[in-house]
């Protein structure tokens, strides 16, 4: 009998681990002791990082998607289908479509993040986002007439997908005005749920003079609970009008996830060093479903895929399994259209942004590009 390793969602951490996992038991699946599927509910993989470029004309949604099996192992067996339960004690999947139900020996879920504006009134009919595909896209047809007015960016609860993503597009969108001679013209103001600009005490110190410097209005312990007639009423009890609203809307993992006793908010619970769910034998988390406390990033999802990798490869040969992640992260943090900061930080070591330059920015654009081969395993 094969052990059968199947991976739920083919997104940046369920595709790295996938080839991951080719290239590391290549022999194993050869020979038939083991079978690794993928399953993911969209024939194509989808690069969100290309969405914060969207809104400003300089990016398309379709340079961040490519057909799901160019990216993936041909030794990796790939299912399109959406995955509509788990019973970790039959250890067992149910889907929509043909591939259920389906056994497993060990289960890594990489479902990500889904969002939920519905949770605020008024906010699906008001806000813009650049958080999905369509919300990026509209807001683009907003942003490029926009000439006059307030332009408001509320982030929405926590954890939210990419940290950095509401400060670098306050920076890019004050630099964008700036060069197009409208700055004079457009109030930007930023929202954040706690008592500084991001959840990270080092990196909301860094950002914080710079939104300062750049005139960009900062509200924080600011949490929306309604949206109504262009005024945004929240729980502390002010209100702030608008023009042109870009929300972070809240963010939850999958139902099915709670339902199946992984975790609340669809989040799996994990232990933060092997990324073992703690509530079910033979299951692992990684990327934005696994609730670890460190940033919901591609980069996490990446590394977390490699560690991932080594547990089970050395479970399925029959050895003590001991890779451990310790919490790296790194990212690239546009601040203005042309240039942009860095950071890497882990569980240890706390984080301290680069000094923005052009350099940094063309690393990120070039990351950007090179990820179709990260995402392959090549890189
Ligand atoms: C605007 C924006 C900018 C960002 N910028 C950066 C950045 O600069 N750097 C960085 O590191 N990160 C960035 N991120 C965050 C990054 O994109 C995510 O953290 C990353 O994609 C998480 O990877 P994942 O594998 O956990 O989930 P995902 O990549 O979201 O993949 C989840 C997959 O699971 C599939 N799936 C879900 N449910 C089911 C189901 N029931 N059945 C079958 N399949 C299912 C989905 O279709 C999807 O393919 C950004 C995000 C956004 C929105």
């Keep these: 009998m094969s052990d059968h390793i199947v991976i739920l969602g083919g997104g940046t951490g369920g595709t790295v681990l996938a080839n991951n996992l ?25 690069y969100k990082p290309v969405w914060l470029y969207v809104p400003f004309g ?7 998607r490519r057909p799901l ?5 041909d030794r990796v067996e790939l299912k399109i289908d959406r995955v509509t339960a788990i019973d970790p004690d039959a250890q067992q999947l149910h889907s929509t479509g043909e591939v259920g139900p389906i056994q497993y020996d060990k289960l890594v879920v990489a479902t990500g993040s889904t969002l939920a504006p519905d949770e605020i009134p008024g906010l699906a009919e008001a806000g813009h986002d650049y958080y999905s595909e369509s919300g990026a896209l509209e807001l683009q047809d907003e942003l490029l007439s926009f000439t006059e007015g307030h332009l408001v960016l509320s982030v929405i609860g926590s954890p939210h997908m990419c940290p950095a993503a509401p400060l670098e597009f306050v920076f890019m969108a004050d630099d964008w005005l700036r060069e197009r001679g409208l700055r004079e013209d457009v109030e930007i103001t930023y929202t954040y749920p706690i008592q500084r600009v991001h959840g990270n005490p080092h990196i909301a110190e860094w950002a914080r003079p710079i939104m300062d410097d750049r005139d960009i209005n900062v509200e924080t312990f600011f949490n929306p609970e309604e949206i109504d007639d262009g005024t945004i009423h929240t729980m502390e009890g002010s209100e702030l009008s608008y023009d042109l609203l870009v929300a972070i809307p809240p963010h939850r993992g999958l139902d099915l996830l709670t339902e199946a006793g992984l975790g609340d908010s669809g989040w799996v619970d994990v232990d933060k060093h092997t990324l073992e769910a703690e509530h079910a034998a033979n299951v692992y988390a990684l990327g934005d479903a696994a609730a670890t406390g460190v940033p919901k990033a591609g980069s996490v999802a990446h590394y977390q895929a490699g560690v991932v990798s080594q547990r089970l490869a050395s479970e399925v040969r029959g050895r003590p399994a001991t890779a451990r992640y310790d919490g790296k992260t790194l990212c690239f943090v546009e601040t203005g259209m042309d240039s942009a900061s860095y950071v890497e930080f882990d569980y240890e070591h706390p984080p301290s942004p680069a000094p923005p330059s052009e350099k940094l920015h063309w690393s990120k654009l070039a990351y950007n590009e090179s990820y179709w081969l990260t995402a392959r395993g090549l890189l």
């Excluded at 194993?28 to 993911?40: G, Q």
């Design 58 to 64: 300089t990016r398309e949604p379709e340079d961040g």
């Design 22 to 46: 080719a290239e590391r038991l290549g022999s194993e699946i050869d020979s038939s002791d083991v079978r690794v599927t993928l399953i993911n509910d969209d024939p194509e993989h989808v």
């Design 69 to 73: 099996a160019d990216l993936v192992d």
